[in-house]
């Protein structure tokens, strides 16, 4: 490494340590992506070495991350050393290679990218809360297993809700407290904030931190210092676990409409009016689905059953109803989102297992910072459960849907 570059000292197990895990938490401004890149591009030094750098979804590294890696090579001075592609950077010298590859695409499927593990001898998983699945990265686990080499499982996160299973398995389990920096068992913990990286931020960004921790202390405990949230902080739902999914008499289906990067998302929702339980499970949640796509898919999975669905496409709701889908346009005007959501939280929501999207709502969808509407993003399942739920409690006894 350069002797120009000053590395944070809290990072020095990463280059020393023979853990199998490491878990490194931080806030905003904490310096994680400086200390992680500055690392894999040191151990491409090392022949042998194949590096699999994934998010849960990785849109496009050549954008999104390479650059953050060419700065740290630039700092180096090692330009001549590495050849970097769209999703590749091969150290010359070696032939040791970071590849960035995501665990699903956009579209929700698992990638191919993750079926060519083999070689893999570190695997990092950058922004790991969004991974609310630990069966996926269990399989991924479970295949870097070089005989000729240190392996390495890095989870680099902001750490989210104490219902995360990497809480609940590196630490709760464990009897470890957030913000730990040290060893147990087989694990290497880093926690850094941004009192840790504080001479490389800009006084416009300090400013803005001390503004937030005066006007919003639980926001800047969570989203700066790297504190792990209670299930019920912060979150609009909050009434929820997750369960068996149960077929009451009072069910249907719920469908969101999505374009280019929001989801297309269908649902099936049952209600138990007695034990005022919602039971929900995901269908399918995917993004630049055309109407056939979606006609096709629909068709499969729910059959004649009836779908509510988004009513702000009135030409797309006429092609799947040719399309043969027993689909009717929720019930829209002033205030419904309100009141959908005070009914949601007027019931406990069951999520069938595996329906990891609709989990991940739930963990992010929160109110607006003025706390007047939820925030317009994290809510494509949402909706679709709130229709659903509105017609099953409210639309068949009101009259206002009219089922032809």
Not at 68 to 80: C, H, P, Q, S, V
Not at 95 to 113: E, Y
Not at 231 to 239: D, L, V
């Amino acid at each position: 490494m350069s002797k120009n570059i000053n590395l944070n000292p809290k990072y020095v197990p990463l280059f020393q340590s023979d853990d199998r895990y490491y878990v490194i938490t931080g806030g905003r401004g904490s310096g994680k992506s400086f200390g992680i890149s500055l690392f894999l591009l040191n151990l491409t030094y090392e022949k042998g070495h194949k590096v699999l750098f994934s998010r849960y979804t990785l849109m496009s590294a050549q954008t999104s991350i390479i650059p953050e890696f060419i700065e740290k090579i630039d700092l180096m001075d090692k330009n001549e050393d590495f050849r970097i592609t769209k999703d590749e950077i091969i150290n010359l010298t070696t032939g040791s290679s970071i590849m960035f590859k995501g665990i699903r695409t956009s579209s929700g499927n698992q990638t191919a990218a993750l079926k060519s593990l083999n070689g893999v001898t570190t695997f990092v998983l950058d922004e790991a809360e969004e991974l609310i699945n630990e069966d996926d990265f269990n399989k991924i686990d479970f295949s870097i297993r070089s005989q000729t080499k240190q392996n390495r499982c890095i989870l680099v996160l902001n750490p989210a809700t104490k219902e995360h299973w990497i809480y609940q398995r590196f630490f709760q389990f464990r009897n470890i407290e957030g913000g730990f920096n040290g060893r147990k068992d087989d694990t290497t913990y880093i926690h850094t904030d941004y009192r840790d990286n504080e001479k490389n931020l800009s006084d416009s960004f300090l400013k803005q931190l001390r503004e937030m921790k005066l006007r919003n202390p639980s926001k800047f405990e969570h989203q700066i210092l790297g504190g792990w949230l209670a299930k019920a902080e912060g979150t609009i739902i909050r009434n929820w676990k997750v369960g068996e999914f149960v077929r009451t008499e009072s069910v249907c289906f719920g469908m969101d409409f999505g374009f280019a990067n929001d989801l297309t998302t269908l649902v099936e929702v049952s209600v138990d009016n007695e034990t005022r339980q919602c039971f929900v499970r995901q269908i399918f949640g995917k993004t630049n689905m055309s109407t056939s796509e979606i006609g096709f898919q629909c068709k499969k999975e729910v059959s004649n059953s009836l779908i509510i669905a988004d009513n702000s496409e009135p030409r797309l709701l006429n092609e799947l109803k040719n399309f043969g889908l027993n689909i009717r346009p929720t019930i829209k005007k002033k205030g419904s989102i309100l009141s959908g959501i005070a009914l949601m939280q007027d019931y406990q929501l069951v999520v069938e297992r595996g329906s990891d999207q609709i989990i991940r709502e739930l963990n992010n969808y929160v109110w607006h910072e003025k706390g007047e509407k939820p925030i317009d993003k994290w809510n494509h399942f949402m909706d679709a459960i709130r229709y659903s739920l509105m017609y099953l409690v409210q639309g068949k006894m009101s009259g206002r849907y009219v089922i032809r």
